[in-house]
């Protein structure tokens, strides 16, 4: 390697505590930052994956379902802030329904859970070093929560912020804390083995793990996918859905030429010129959801094999040091897709799964439909939609991105939108006390106040 920016982010991980494995990976992909690797794959490459297991085809024993439920445990992805939002905490303390957060919500699906099977249901968080400390104080709340020995969290890596221009570790002296990054969630598979959790896991008898975002509260603990997981005897399962025109940005599997491995491409990794290809919901008719399930005993096999370096496929992601000023210095963040693994697992294997598995919360009309009417949460404390079909809905970016302009908006809650088709807030409204929207609606860039009582669209 041509360059001291290596050695010199080397010695800064070091000098941190970052285990010799992070940095043993965050060297693999150095080299191939420095060699140009965009991780792109091209269309040619590739053919569409088109006929994946579908969960309403499954039929269990319950007996193997309830077997395969004792051995399982959930991780759930928690180190994101939101700050797309203008959030500076973890995303899962933002309150969802009924004053809970999604952190409340997904302890009380897996206290549920457990109510019901009797099974163990580890629930383990994998935090950053900036989500770390307020989620375990939310936990703390919940006694009934650790089981045996197991810890509540492990940490996610970091790793420095490269300068764009020369690959050496930004600084920063306004907040050195910003000269740091997590890896993206791909580092789950480096972080389970360096924090000890994965042998812990295997030492308690626990056979199988069940992982997802924090912010999608669609993932209620499933016996029926556990034990067709376990049936099929893969060593790792992605959860997908039926693609939509309103999923076209979605990553998708497909299937290599080169040697038949199902992969995961999203949007950095296609050429720009063969976006279509990408977008075109029949050609990819499934988008993967980033639900996961591992054999714990074979990502073991897989890490020690490996020496821990997974080398799953570079994104490089472009930001400046400082997110929220863009005058500050251009900066490279090394990342991976935890879903890319699916190519490093001889047998890895898929399942279509219904929507209600997918309800993520990337921006805030997405919060808008899940405080919304249009959702209840049951004795699972799972979000059930209340109607046959969800409406669109489209937020002016200006007035509603930020959380709390967002929140000034709606200050008597969310109106109604059962009776919704659609909503495109094109200005900037605030919204009375029960407004309640129908059909097609549309609130123009002139901006206003949406009166208490209206009825707003056209039926």
Partial sequence: MSTDGLSTAQQKMADAGVPQTAIDVFTHYYGQLEEGVTGSIPEDTIEPYLDPPKLDDVRIDPAHAKQVFDKLAIINLNGGLGTSMGLDKAKSLLPVRDGKSFLDIIVEQVLAARRGTGSRLPLIFMNSFRTREDTLE??????????????????QNKEPKLRADDLTPVQWEADPSLEWCPPGHGDIYTALQTSGVLQQLLDAGFRYASVSNSDNLGTVPNPVIASWFASTGAPYAAELCRRTA???????LAVRKSDGRLILRDTAQTPQEEMDYFTDEHRHPYFHTN????????????LKER??????????????VDPSDKTSPKVYQIESAMGAAIEVFEGATAIVVGRDRFLPVKATSDLLLI????YALDQRQALVQQVPSVPAVTLASEPYKLIGD??????????????ATSLDVQGDWTFGQDVTVIGDAVLGTEGGQVPDGARVGTA
């Avoid at 405080?371 to 249009?374: E, H, I, M, N």
């Fill in 246 to 252: 309103a999923d076209r940005k979605g990553g998708h």
């Fill in 138 to 155: 939310v936990l703390a709340k919940y006694p009934d929560l650790p089981v045996g020995d197991l810890p509540l969290d492990f940490l």
């Fill in 371 to 374: 405080r919304s009417d249009l």
């Fill in 406 to 419: 967002f929140e000034a908006r709606f200050p008597h809650g969310i109106p109604s939108l059962k009776e």
């Fill in 291 to 302: 639900n996961l399930w591992f054999d714990l005993e074979q990502l073991d096999a897989v």
């Fill in 307 to 320: 020496d821990g370096v997974m080398g799953l496929p570079l994104i490089r992601n472009e930001k400046t």
